[in-house]
């Protein structure tokens, strides 16, 4: 009776396993933390990747998040030349209900036992609040110091600056590649969602000089970009759909999908939002109206740029330099696409699974100390 209503959780032919190095599953009672750590691949160094916290209505769903999640990651950190490897990890339960700090505190000691073969981040869910009380049991919790940032302000560990810089590397490598000019002065861009990222990202683009319409979800961070920017609100349904150079949806995922693909008038897109596609065969749909579409992970690396130097005695400057090399590694992409008549997301694969299998391992992530040590 009781093995009938048991469901199987295929791990090793879970059709997301892909050959992932190790998986743990950490349960603790007293707290009620349960927590799946995945390390896909570490052939470049050890992994980094985010602490994801959602209510997954099963073990499946949160299994196969995080068997996703952490793939990407090392496609991530080998296309962005990084001596990283990839991981995820994910904490089952509501943030808003079940997150307390003896919870965190467990996951802390949990990452600690993995000995360092993965170090988390902030991810949905869980902010550097959290990670630092993680930190208070493992070194392995990145994205947290007080330092001085890429461009020479303050940082408190918050990647999204690195993200949108980035981003705007990417994009002005794209309007190269599409539009044959570096200039930006007068580029009409649209930018679903001004948060952490977007709104950095409609900064940097104002001051090139473009041409700037938005759309948020909430009024406060719409606002914003309009006084503070000059930017136009567009509404939710006309976002992505105006007669502009640029869209960057730098919002959620899976917003370039069957509905939203044929009614696109831009020639480029270009955003920070992760998981842009819907499904792989997207990219090709995008390819056959000619737009050119910069690979989510390719262009909104810059955050786990900037989270790798963490630890490192290097200069805002090497920071810059590295995550200026998206603009790099997009145009390398876009080549490659045109060459071989590919879509771009195919090519970014191509070219991290080139990285992180030709790549023996370097120096990877030092641990962070741990919290009151010194
Ligand atoms: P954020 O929460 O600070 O900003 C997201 C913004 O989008 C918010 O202002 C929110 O109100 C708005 N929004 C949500 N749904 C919307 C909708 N349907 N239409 C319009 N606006 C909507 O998040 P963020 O850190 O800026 O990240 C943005 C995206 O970039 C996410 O997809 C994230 O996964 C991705 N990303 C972020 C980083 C980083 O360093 N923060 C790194 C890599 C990728």
Redesign the pocket.
């Known amino acids: 009776m009781y093995l009938e209503t048991v469901k199987t959780m295929n791990v090793f032919s879970h059709p997301e396993f892909d050959n992932h190095e190790h998986l743990s599953f950490f349960c603790d009672p007293e707290t009620g933390l349960k927590a799946i750590v995945a390390i896909h691949n570490t052939s470049r160094g050890p992994a980094l990747g985010g602490c994801r916290m959602f209510p997954y209505a099963t073990d499946e769903e949160a299994l196969r998040d995080v068997l996703r999640l952490s793939r990407g990651m090392t496609y991530k950190s080998a296309l962005a030349n990084l001596d990283l490897g990839g991981g995820k990890s994910v904490i089952i339960g509501d943030p808003r209900e079940h997150k307390t700090e003896a919870l965190m505190e467990a996951m802390g000691k949990h990452l600690e036992s993995l000995g360092g073969r993965y170090s988390a981040a902030e991810d949905s869910g869980t902010s550097v609040a959290d990670l630092r009380v993680m930190g208070r049991h493992t070194r392995y919790v990145a994205g947290i110091a007080n330092r001085t940032g890429f461009d020479g302000n303050p940082s408190n560990g918050d990647?999204?600056p690195a993200?949108a810089y980035g981003t705007f590397i990417g994009l002005k490598a794209a309007v190269r590649h599409k539009l044959g000019h570096d200039d930006l002065t007068g580029l009409k861009v649209a930018i679903?969602?001004?948060?952490?990222?977007?709104f950095r990202l409609a900064r940097h683009l104002r001051e090139a000089g473009a041409e700037l319409w938005v759309?948020?979800?909430?009024q406060d961070?719409l606002q914003r970009a309009v006084d503070e920017l000059g930017a136009r609100p567009a509404s939710?349904e006309d976002i992505l759909f105006l007669p502009v150079d640029v869209v960057a949806p730098?919002?959620?995922?899976a917003v370039l999908n069957d509905a939203s693909i044929p009614k696109l008038k831009a020639g480029i897109i270009a955003g920070?939002?992760?998981n842009l596609l819907d499904r792989p065969e997207h990219d090709a749909m995008l390819k056959q109206q000619d737009i050119l579409y910069a690979p989510d992970f390719a262009i909104?690396a810059g955050?786990i740029i900037d989270v790798f130097y963490e630890r490192t005695d290097a200069t805002p400057e090497t920071v810059r330099k590295h995550v200026d090399t998206i603009g790099d590694t997009l145009t390398e992409i876009f080549n490659r696409s045109d060459r071989t008549g590919l879509p771009t997301g195919d090519i970014a694969n191509e070219l991290a699974e080139e990285r992180f299998q030709k790549h023996t391992a370097g120096a990877g992530l030092a641990p962070m100390r741990l919290a009151g040590t010194g």
């Open positions: 990647p999204s993200t679903q969602g001004v948060g952490n990222v977007g759309h948020d979800i909430h961070n939710a730098c919002a959620m995922g920070a939002a992760n909104n955050g």
